[in-house]
Each structure stands twice: as C-alpha cells, then as structure tokens.
C-alpha cells in the first residue's frame, strides 16, 4: 500500500509539473526504480502512464492554443516520427545499453533544469529573429527532441520550451500550450509501440503501476494547468533536482 501510494504522489506530481515545466518523469521514474521496477519496465510503463496526464495538460491549456493548428499539424508530424524512432531504439538496444544511457541523459535533463532561466533569457534575446513556423530548423529539432522522449523522456518539455521559444514569435505560455500537445504526441505515440510490443513479448508493463500513474498524473494535469503558475518556479526545480540526484544514485550505486 505504501508503494502504491508513492507511485500515485509521483503521477500527481509529475502531470504537474509536466503541464508546468516539463521534467515529470524526474519524479515518477526515480520513485519506480527506487521502488525496485527493473530500469526498462519503470521507462515503459512510466511513459503509459504519463499519457492521460500530458491531455489533460494540453486541454488546460486550450485557450493558448488558439490559432495554432497549422503550427501544431506540421510539429506534430516531427513528434510523432522522433517518438516512434526513439522508443524503437529502446526495444531494439540491450537494457545494458539503457543502464549506460540513462544517467547521461538524467544528468543532461538535470542541468537543463537548473539552467532553465539562462534558457528562457536566450530565447527572449532570439525572438525578433524567429519566422512563424520556425522553419526547417525548428522541425528537425522537434524530431530530435521526439527520439529523446521515446527513448527517455525527462525534462523533453523543458527541450521542446527551449526550441519553440527560441524559433517562434509567440509569447511563453502559447509556447508551453504547444509544447504540451507535443510532448502529449510523443508519450501517446510511444506509448502505442510498446503496448504492441508488449503483445509479442518484447518488452515488459507492469500494469498497476500504469494505473497508478495514469490516474495520478491525470489529476496532476488538471491542476497544474489551473494553479501550476502559482508555484514558484524555484521549488519545482529543487524537487525535481533533488529527485533526480537520488535516480541517478540509485544507477550509479
């Protein structure tokens, strides 16, 4: 019961303060290794469970997303391929090769984080130079930011406010509308390869901890999208710091 409950705390959380920031899986997918989930089923059924929680995050943030449509259509295509890439390149690689990547990329999503604001600085700085779609450039980079969320995930919100901020003319919180849909495409894409894979016996879910995620980060998206704005920036990236230093212990140990 007490695990169970960790789990859900951790799907609040993270459909917070994905619909927020980006970075949940800080959060959920430490709690699941924590708690014993070999890395590979945690990465999975983590990413399943993320789903319902990052559309009720793109849904809170349906007034912002007005006039975005064929912004949306163009970037969603380089969402889905990257995601369908990157969790291929999961079932395909060895789970020693995730073992070695991982904490490269929770070090990587952990200084993304940390240097969050720099971040913001640059893409204000860039806004007069941005063209309305972004152009070439920006989809190849929502391709890539894509194949890193199939593959991983953590902080690909924080990636995706840092490329559509630097390359659009729009203000923040149109940007992090966009980013939601996106990031929504990614894990729903994703999360549809490995249920097939799952099927033919290529990767493992562990199914309560998707339930407890799921229904955690779904209420965790409704109310980051309401009173996530509130929360001082600060305080979430402290959590998620802290979170993601004891994960990258647990990898490391």
Do not use: C
């Not at 860039?126 to 930011?145: C, D, N, Q, T, Y």
């Amino acid at each position: 019961m007490l695990d169970a409950a960790a789990i859900f705390a951790a799907g609040i959380a993270a459909g917070g303060i994905n619909t927020v920031v980006g970075s949940g899986s800080l959060i959920t997918f430490p709690t699941l290794v924590a708690l014993g989930f070999p890395p590979v089923v945690a990465n999975v059924s983590n990413n399943i469970g993320l789903v319902p929680g990052a559309v009720t995050g793109a849904y809170g943030y349906r007034a912002e997303l007005k006039g975005q449509r064929e912004r949306l259509l163009r970037l969603g295509s380089a969402s889905l391929l990257g995601a369908l890439t990157g969790a291929v390149l999961l079932l395909g690689l060895p789970a020693k090769a995730f073992q070695v990547i991982v904490p490269v990329l929770i070090v990587v999503a952990l200084l993304l984080v940390v240097f969050q604001r720099r971040v913001q600085a640059w893409m204000l700085a860039r806004r007069e130079k941005s063209v309305p779609h972004g152009g070439p450039g920006l989809w190849i980079g929502v391709l890539l930011a894509g194949m890193y969320g199939g593959y991983f995930g953590a902080a690909q919100g924080i990636v995706l406010i840092g490329l559509l901020g630097s390359a659009l003319p729009d203000d923040l919180q149109r940007v992090n509308a966009a980013k939601n849909v996106l990031s929504a495409i990614v894990n729903g894409s994703a999360a549809v390869l490995f249920m097939g894979a799952a099927l033919f016996g290529l990767v493992e879910i562990d199914w309560t901890a998707v339930l407890l995620i799921a229904v955690g980060s779904t209420l965790g998206g409704l109310l980051g999208a309401k009173v996530g704005r509130r929360i001082p920036p600060q305080v979430l990236r402290g959590v998620i710091v802290a979170v993601g230093l004891v994960a990258l212990w647990k990898f490391l140990a």
